[in-house]
Nanobody
């Protein structure tokens, strides 16, 4: 069964840093992994995405986090990271990991999986 497990959230002061991790299992030929966040009373938004390409990986970021957050992926460990620096109170949210890939190893059938979320709280 496909599963994503996030870790690394917590309480940090404004200006501080956190690194989130997301480990994928039971999903194959992963084409992209992404981080989303949802603050109380707000819609879920995509923060960063890393997509596999023939020339390497392609990354994209929400404008509000460009220059502060970095998404990276360790394919050998089926893990995606989100390094968050210069955190602001408005970054406070539950952060979710998402992966897109195949349900089966030997035959491709597209599957999307979400993690359970990890809470990031930035105090002012």
């Amino acid at each position: 069964q496909a599963q994503l497990v996030e870790s690394g959230g917590g309480l940090v002061q404004a200006g501080g840093s956190l690194r989130l991790s997301c480990v994928a299992s039971g999903i194959y030929s992963i084409s992209h992994m992404a981080w989303y966040r949802q603050a109380p009373g707000k819609q879920r938004e995509q923060v960063a995405i890393i997509t596999s390409a023939s020339s390497g990986s392609i990354t994209n970021y929400l404008d509000a986090v460009k220059g502060r957050f970095t998404i990276s992926r360790d394919n050998a460990k089926n893990t995606v990271y989100l390094q968050m620096n210069s955190l602001k109170p408005e970054d406070t949210a539950t952060y979710y990991c998402k992966a897109g890939g195949s349900e089966f190893e030997s035959a491709y059938r597209y599957l999307e999986v979400w993690g359970q979320g990890t809470l990031v709280t930035v105090s002012s």
